[in-house]
C-alpha cells in the first residue's frame, strides 16, 4: 500500500469510527466544510455534515445494526465500501440491507460520498 492510500485508509478508519460513535465534532472534522454527499435511500436525498451528524446520533439511539459482509477497496482518489446491514425490524423481521458508498477524499478529509442502499419495499405502502 502508497503512502497515498494509507492516508486514504486512515481517513475511511476515522469516519467510519466516528460515525458509529456518534462523535458531532469527530464528523465534522473528517468532512471537508464543503462536503456533499446523497444516498439512495428514502428516494434519495441530499446529505450535509449536519444531515450525518443528526443521522449518527439518531442510530446511535435507535438502531441496532451491523455490517457484514464490508469489502472496501481504496482508489486513486477516495474509497468504495460495499456492505450488507444486518437489523431487525420494529415487527421483529431480519432485515438484510446491502449497500455501497463511493468516496472521494482530499486533504486529509472526505469531500463527497454517494451511498447507495436496496432497503425493502421502501416506498411502499
Not at 454527499?37 to 446529505?47: A, D, P, Q, V
Not at 465500501?81 to 446491502?98: D, K, S, Y
Request: aromatic share 10%; with cysteine.
Amino acid at each position: 500500500m502508497t503512502t497515498h492510500q494509507a492516508s486514504i485508509q486512515a481517513v475511511a478508519d476515522r469516519f467510519f469510527a466516528v460515525y458509529a460513535a456518534a462523535d458531532e465534532d469527530g464528523i465534522r472534522e473528517v468532512l471537508a466544510p464543503d462536503f456533499e454527499g446523497w444516498t439512495s435511500s428514502f428516494g434519495g436525498r441530499e446529505l450535509t455534515v449536519d444531515s450525518l451528524v443528526i443521522g449518527a446520533k439518531w442510530e446511535a439511539d435507535n438502531v441496532n445494526m451491523e455490517l457484514d459482509e464490508v469489502r472496501f477497496h481504496v482508489t486513486d482518489s477516495g474509497f468504495v465500501r460495499q456492505f450488507v446491514i444486518r437489523m431487525t425490524n420494529a415487527q421483529g423481521a431480519p432485515l438484510e440491507i446491502p449497500g455501497c458508498m463511493v468516496a472521494l477524499v482530499a486533504d486529509g478529509r472526505i469531500t463527497r460520498f454517494d451511498e447507495y442502499v436496496v432497503v425493502p419495499n421502501a416506498g411502499q405502502k
